[in-house]
């Protein structure tokens, strides 16, 4: 029997998020066990009048590519890939796992290797995106292994991604507009605003945000969303940060995570599990080592951690940084193939203190009119 919500999160991902319009030509990419999701954004990007390609990829792929490709050939970006991210209106991304421990025990070499190789195409992307020339917007399928990360069964996973990005199932589409609204109020109240301090257990992280553009994450982008965020001044971030929650990236999981930063930049990191995947990703390039994010999570319909980080660095009563890539739309001047999100919860005696006025208290806004 079909899933009715299926074609609900369809709907939405084509006529909100990307908003498909005649004549536009439309990527879709995501696992062949997205199939019931990709089938349905195919037949609402037809029906939008859109020119749909379809681009589906099997499992496993990702460790055989790192397993069997030469250094030359991960450094290799196909042609078709290039024409695409330089000639098409949008791309709708999913993700979906049968297996997210898949690249536990690939090279991180190989990892570093293929994303310097992306660096020119990442910012041409950019460019495109920041000239309203490419919309882009990533979401989630829910399978068992997804499901077994958030320690879950399907049936109570399926019903946590849907109820994150269809908070009313009667109407999503307007539901997202009007937390928009709210969530542009926050964004208005941090115009011309120059210090921010984050205060939490083994945590104690100031930067700068002069200048700089906060941007209100709507669900044109991802879905579910749900957020906040800025590029703090590059050279602005000092103190130290430790991470509530194991972080994933390239689907390795790190646990423990501490950093900390001088003039910017991380001068230590640790971690409890996977320590040198860490301190080799952040080596990555010369931006990678710098913060290119720094976010508040705002969907109240995320309340715990499920390893997946679509979903947690919207935790409601968290804060994450990213280091690597900044937007340029903030004002980020930070470049690098890396952004690697870390989560930080901070509902437990957390604050967020900005120029010396308290904004966010024990996972809350505390300013009256948020």
Request: negative net charge; charged residues 25%.
């Amino acid at each position: 029997m079909k899933d009715p919500r299926v074609e609900k999160l369809a709907d939405v991902l084509v006529n909100y998020s990307i908003g498909v319009k005649p004549g536009e030509k439309v990527a879709i990419q995501g696992p062949v066990i997205a199939e019931p999701l990709l089938k349905a954004i195919y037949v609402k990007v037809l029906q939008a009048g859109g020119h749909p390609l379809m681009l589906a990829n099997f499992s496993g792929m990702g460790s055989l590519r790192y397993r069997y490709a030469s250094d030359e050939q991960l450094r290799h970006i196909p042609e078709p890939i290039e024409v695409l991210m330089e000639t098409y209106d949008a791309r709708i991304s999913l993700w979906g796992s049968e297996n997210t421990k898949e690249l536990s025990n690939s090279d991180p070499a190989k990892m570093v290797l293929e994303r310097r190789a992306q660096t020119d195409l990442v910012k041409r992307v950019m460019e495109r995106e920041a000239a309203g020339e490419f919309r882009w917007v990533g979401s989630l399928f829910p399978t068992n292994a997804h499901a077994q990360d958030a320690e879950m069964s399907l049936e109570e996973y399926e019903d946590f991604v849907y109820t994150a990005c269809l908070p009313e199932m009667d109407d999503p589409l307007g539901y997202w507009q009007r937390f928009s609204d709210w969530q542009q109020k926050i964004v208005d109240w941090f115009v011309g605003k120059e210090r921010v301090r984050v205060l939490a257990p083994g945590t104690d992280l100031r930067l700068s945000i002069a200048g700089r553009s906060f941007v209100n994450c709507n669900g044109t982008q991802n879905m579910p969303d749900g957020e906040i965020f800025t590029g703090p001044v590059e050279d602005s971030v000092e103190g130290h940060v430790s991470f509530s929650y194991p972080t994933i990236y390239s689907e390795r999981e790190v646990r423990g995570v501490q950093l900390t930063f001088e003039q910017g930049r991380v001068v230590k990191a640790t971690a409890d599990k996977n320590e040198d995947f860490l301190l080799q990703t952040i080596d990555t390039d010369a931006g990678s080592r710098y913060v290119g994010e720094f976010a508040i999570g705002t969907n109240k319909g995320i309340t715990r951690f499920t390893g997946n980080t679509l979903f947690d660095e919207k935790i409601n009563g968290s804060f994450h940084i990213a280091l690597g890539l900044g937007f340029p739309e903030t004002g980020s001047k930070n470049e690098s193939v890396v952004h690697w999100d870390m989560v930080c919860d901070l509902r437990n005696g957390g604050q967020i203190w900005v120029d010396d006025a308290l904004l966010y208290e024990n996972g809350a806004f505390v300013v009256e009119f948020l």
